[in-house]
């Protein structure tokens, strides 16, 4: 193995996990941390399996992610509800 090849570890471990997924430790243990299996490492330790992470960052973009494209229509851009009975449109009257 070359100077410039780098092998990522296969356990991630607690302290590091959230940086991992470019997120913050309350935010993982809310929404990621229940999804996943903890290893226990030496006495204290915890760590968690950087393929399941994948995954789980997969499924994540799979339901809320959309493609950055500003000429593409936006598929899930809500259109706004015009009226077109109105006396005057953009009135609001109480």
């Given at each position: 193995?070359?100077k410039?090849?780098y ?5 991630i ?14 935010l ?5 941390r ?27 973009k799979?339901?809320?992610?959309r ?12 259109e706004?509800?015009?009226?077109t009975d109105?006396?005057n ?5 109480n």
């Amino acid at each position: 193995m070359s100077k410039n090849e780098y092998l990522l570890p296969r356990l991630i471990r607690l302290r590091d996990v959230s940086r991992y997924l470019g997120m913050d430790r309350h935010l993982f243990n809310k929404e990621v941390r229940p999804f996943l299996t903890e290893i226990p490492i030496g006495i204290q330790g915890k760590a968690f399996d950087r393929l399941d992470l994948d995954k789980w960052v997969d499924y994540y973009k799979e339901r809320s992610g959309r493609p950055y494209n500003k000429r593409l229509e936006l598929w899930d851009a809500k259109e706004r509800q015009d009226s077109t009975d109105v006396e005057n449109p953009g009135m609001l009257i109480n």
